[in-house]
């Protein structure tokens, strides 16, 4: 048995899979001393804006003039615009309060890359925008030199997470062989996927790519990935 420290709304095990039980009790009281029953009531209130900011799609529920640092803050809406050297169109996404695509190429001419974010390809959700939306996202990010989207989920999981606001790896190769793609980065990963988890998916989308798009070239983003247009 883990050796635990209870504070109601928080609770701290430590296990040595009983090969050292004197050194579990050791840190149990150690930290008892540090953690006292006020980590419970922090617990129950961060969890409580945690709730808030899940039902309300708000991914920072402080408000920014409580933030002490000097902000410059430009909404970004569907349309272009100029951003230094690039070029930067946005297009609206599926997905719960106001996400955007982005696909962005040099103002003097070059390779373009389309940064879907979250994004639901799927029935799922009742979202604004309009009937001709899937068609004229294949028109956003056709031809774009690196197409990176969404791939949250498997076909499995699907079925329990509809209408959240993501996609499954299969949804985002259908849009790139629907858009002529060269190359799919997947991305917005889950988190308890592990390695083993990703490899699997990857090869199963890098099939379906095989059939449905020969050529298309399929990866899993990954941190610190480079990608030469």
Request: glycine share 10%; charged share 25%.
């Given at each position: 048995?883990p050796?635990?420290?209870?504070?109601?709304?928080?609770v701290i095990?430590i296990s040595?899979?009983g090969k050292?039980?004197?050194?579990?009790k050791?840190?149990?009281?150690?930290?008892e001393?540090r953690?006292?029953?006020?980590?419970?009531?922090?617990?129950?209130?961060?969890g409580a804006?945690m709730?808030?900011t899940?039902?309300?799609?708000?991914?920072?529920p402080?408000?920014?003039?409580?933030?002490?640092?000097t902000?410059?803050?430009?909404?970004?809406?569907a349309?272009?615009?100029?951003?230094?050297?690039f070029?930067?169109?946005a297009?609206?996404?599926?997905?719960?309060?106001?996400?955007?695509?982005?696909?962005?190429a040099p103002?003097?001419?070059?390779?373009s890359?389309?940064y879907v974010?979250?994004?639901e390809?799927?029935?799922?959700?009742t979202?604004?925008?309009?009937p001709?939306?899937?068609?004229?996202?294949?028109?956003?990010?056709?031809?774009a030199?690196?197409l990176?989207?969404?791939?949250m989920?498997?076909?499995?999981?699907m079925?329990?997470?509809?209408?959240?606001?993501?996609?499954?790896?299969?949804?985002a190769?259908?849009?790139?062989?629907d858009?002529a793609g060269?190359?799919?980065?997947?991305?917005h990963?889950?988190?308890?996927?592990?390695?083993?988890?990703?490899?699997?998916?990857v090869a199963d989308?890098?099939r379906?790519a095989?059939?449905?798009?020969?050529g298309?070239?399929?990866?899993?983003?990954?941190?610190?990935?480079?990608l030469n247009l």
């Open positions: 048995m050796s635990a420290i209870d504070r109601v709304n928080l095990a040595t899979s050292i039980t004197d050194l579990a050791k840190m149990r009281l150690e930290l001393g953690i006292g029953e006020e980590y419970g009531t922090f617990a129950e209130v961060l804006v709730w808030q899940v039902k309300s799609a708000v991914v920072v402080v408000p920014l003039d409580h933030l002490d640092a902000r410059s803050v430009t909404n970004v809406e349309g272009a615009f100029d951003a230094g050297a070029r930067v169109q297009v609206r996404l599926r997905h719960p309060g106001t996400t955007l695509a982005y696909r962005l103002r003097a001419g070059g390779p890359v389309a974010t979250d994004n390809l799927g029935p799922g959700g979202y604004d925008v309009g001709r939306w899937y068609d004229e996202l294949v028109a956003f990010v056709g031809g030199d690196v990176i989207h969404d791939a989920f498997d076909t499995h999981e079925t329990q997470f509809s209408g959240w606001g993501h996609s499954t790896a299969a949804e190769v259908r849009l790139a062989a858009a060269e190359r799919l980065a997947l991305f990963h889950r988190p308890e996927r592990d390695d083993a988890g990703m490899d699997a998916l989308a890098r379906l095989a059939r449905a798009a020969p298309l070239d399929v990866v899993a983003a990954t941190e610190g990935l480079q």
